[in-house]
């Protein structure tokens, strides 16, 4: 089976750009779906994908995190967890939708729908060469760096 093309999608990002994944190829992209900007699992993820940066940057790796919440938002986040990486803002869900990351979840014996925890690694030649869904977050960002230094 051959890998699927990843959505081509541009998302608003943080230090005021917008982000292409069509402007990406030829590069190895991460992205990461997560629920809420300062929440603790979102934070704790976003900060160890922070922690490993320079080693996937040295992988020639872009890392993107992306959550529904507001630029503004993603600016605050990005300064308080002093991240090197940029943030997407997919407040229409275009992203959400292409990578089929909206699920039903329960939170407090409510469903609500929101973003499924959700990690996607993408080729040089724009391929989804491996996808994490509900994933934990403990442990995470090495794994995807394991995989990442596979390619």
Not at 47 to 57: P, Q, S
Not at 92 to 99: L, N, P, T, V
Not at 108 to 123: L, N
Request: include cysteine; charged fraction near 25%; hydrophobic fraction near 40%.
């Amino acid at each position: 089976m051959s890998a699927p093309v990843a959505p081509d999608i541009t998302l608003p990002a943080t230090g005021n750009q917008q982000i292409s994944l069509s402007a990406l190829r030829g590069q190895l992209v991460v992205l990461y779906f997560y629920p809420k900007d300062n929440t603790p699992g979102c934070t704790n993820e976003t900060r160890d994908f922070g922690a490993l940066h320079a080693e996937f940057e040295a992988l020639g790796c872009r890392v993107f995190g992306i959550s529904r919440d507001s630029l503004k938002s993603h600016e605050n986040f990005k300064a308080k967890l002093e991240l090197s990486f940029e943030l997407l803002s997919d407040a229409d869900e275009i992203a959400c939708q292409a990578f089929d990351v909206i699920k039903m979840k329960n939170m407090y014996g409510k469903q609500v729908r929101g973003i499924e925890r959700s990690t996607f690694v993408i080729d040089r030649d724009g391929l989804i060469r491996r996808e994490w869904r509900k994933l934990k977050v403990d442990g995470h960002a090495a794994e995807v760096l394991a995989f990442v230094q596979t390619l």
